[in-house]
């Protein structure tokens, strides 16, 4: 054997080379792949808070009201001695309904689903009731809407504890 | 006199650059042109009879490339006019109708698309009834396939651009497709079950509707993401796989022919 063979690779050890190199390479892509993945789930959104403060429980009349939902998406009702936080998502496909005061419902224009003014739904496709937001009070009795907590009816979920307000 | 000239031309030194071969009236040049032209050279050198039979191929996947390239040359230039954000978007579709010159560009677009549609699947209906996705051509019905869903995906992220009731809405309903899916999406099957005590890891601000919109909601983020999709991200994917559906057109055995 020549001196020169001695010294260079030989075949086994040329191919193991060649595997760690292949490793290599997997791994940087598969490390930049998911790099771009989560890239593309930004830290910031610029959106309106899943919270807000909706003010005293004495500044809204019986029935529906609409001053949060532009915005918020939140309609507030007030029925019986309860104030509720109502979700102003169509539960059929996820459009916005519109409150109707002459005939006391909401209606979606995507596809026709009604709801009655406490969130059932009574005509076109929507397979549920709106549901709700979670709601409390602060120390001073103001209102506080948490988004980020719903409760379904068709869950038995509209009298719990945190459903609802008393007034 | 006329012939004369044109071998004048034919002499310079500029065609000669460009031109590599001699003029096409025999088959070794005529071969030379297709198999010389960085274009033309995904097309076969040669044709079966069948394969620009009309009632045969209907030339629907020609036709579909053709709208393509059309929405290519017409959507470039709605660009120069049209800016993705909520403040100008709806007004700048406005202005490409009232005052932009040649007000029939967007609407060019517009058909062209609803046209690519219709001849992308009537293309595949006549592969279907040939029976040419069969052995050897079966890796490239897989292709067509991607390329039919990106032509949906197309025209799915292009429906936002209008920034319009419509618009917002349908793609409002479209993208809550992707709320329900399977572990990925909060709303759907599996997404409850991953769940580590009160924290719940599917959420509204991490599924792959997020991802897709770039936020909860159908709003300036998703219009600007739709607006890169539609225009950059999904037409240079669909031109590398038209061209490599081109390419094993010709290398299994040319259009559609019995082989």
């Given at each position: 054997m020549s001196e020169e063979a001695k010294t260079s690779l030989n075949r086994r050890e040329f191919f193991s080379f060649l595997a760690v190199g292949w490793i290599t390479f997997g791994a940087a892509t598969a490390g930049l792949a998911s790099l771009v993945f989560r890239f593309l789930y930004p830290n910031v959104v610029f959106e309106p808070a899943?919270?807000?403060?909706?003010?005293?429980?004495?500044?809204?009349?019986?029935?529906?009201?609409?001053?949060?939902?532009?915005?918020?998406?939140?309609?507030?009702?007030?029925?019986?001695?309860?104030?509720?936080?109502?979700?102003?998502?169509?539960?059929?496909l996820g459009c916005i309904p519109t409150w109707l005061p002459a005939e006391s419902k909401f209606k979606c224009p995507c596809h026709g689903s009604g709801y009655y003014p406490n969130g059932?739904?009574?005509?076109?496709?929507?397979?549920?009731?709106?549901?709700?937001?979670?709601?409390?009070?602060?120390?001073?009795?103001?209102?506080?809407?948490?988004?980020?907590?719903?409760?379904?009816?068709?869950?038995?979920?509209?009298?719990?504890?945190?459903a609802f307000i008393e007034v | 006199m006329s012939e004369g000239f044109?071998?004048?031309?034919?002499?310079?030194?500029?065609?000669?650059?460009?031109?590599?071969?001699?003029?096409?009236?025999?088959?070794?040049?005529?071969?030379?042109v297709v198999a010389g032209n960085v274009f033309l050279h995904l097309h076969p050198i040669k044709l079966k009879k069948s394969g620009v039979q009309l009632g045969y191929t209907w030339c629907m996947g020609g036709l579909t490339f053709f709208v393509f390239l059309s929405l290519t040359v017409t959507g470039v230039l709605l660009m120069f006019y049209y800016r993705p954000t909520a403040e100008y978007a709806f007004t700048d579709i406005i202005g490409l109708r009232e005052h932009v010159p040649l007000g029939i560009m967007r609407e060019l677009h517009r058909w062209g698309a609803h046209l690519m549609v219709i001849t992308v699947w009537i293309h595949m209906f006549r592969v279907f009834m040939t029976g040419s996705y069969k052995p050897p051509r079966e890796f490239n019905w897989g292709v067509g396939v991607i390329l039919l869903v990106l032509t949906m995906l197309l025209s799915f992220t292009g429906y936002l651009l209008p920034w319009d009731q419509l618009a917002?809405?349908?793609?409002?309903?479209?993208?809550?497709?992707?709320?329900?899916t399977p572990f990925l999406g909060y709303g759907g099957p599996g997404a409850a079950l991953a769940k580590i005590g009160d924290f719940v890891m599917v959420s509204d601000k991490n599924d792959v509707r997020f991802q897709l919109l770039g936020g909860r909601f159908v709003g300036e983020a998703a219009l600007l993401r739709f607006y890169i999709l539609h225009c950059v991200f999904i037409p240079l994917v669909v031109a590398v796989l038209i061209a490599v559906h081109f390419w094993r057109v010709r290398k299994d055995g040319g259009i559609s022919a019995p082989l």
């Open positions: 899943m919270d807000f403060i909706a003010g005293f429980p004495d500044d809204y009349p019986d029935g529906v009201d609409e001053r949060w939902k532009n915005g918020f998406g939140v309609w507030i009702y007030k029925k019986d001695g309860r104030l509720v936080a109502m979700s102003n998502i169509c539960t059929h059932i739904n009574f005509e076109g496709p929507a397979p549920r009731p709106l549901e709700r937001y979670k709601i409390s009070r602060d120390p001073e009795g103001k209102i506080i809407v948490d988004k980020t907590k719903v409760f379904r009816y068709e869950k038995g979920e509209w009298n719990s504890t945190d | 044109a071998k004048k031309v034919a002499d310079t030194q500029v065609w000669k650059a460009i031109f590599r071969h001699g003029p096409p009236n025999n088959a070794r040049n005529r071969a030379a917002i809405w349908a793609i409002t309903v479209g993208s809550n497709m992707a709320k329900a």
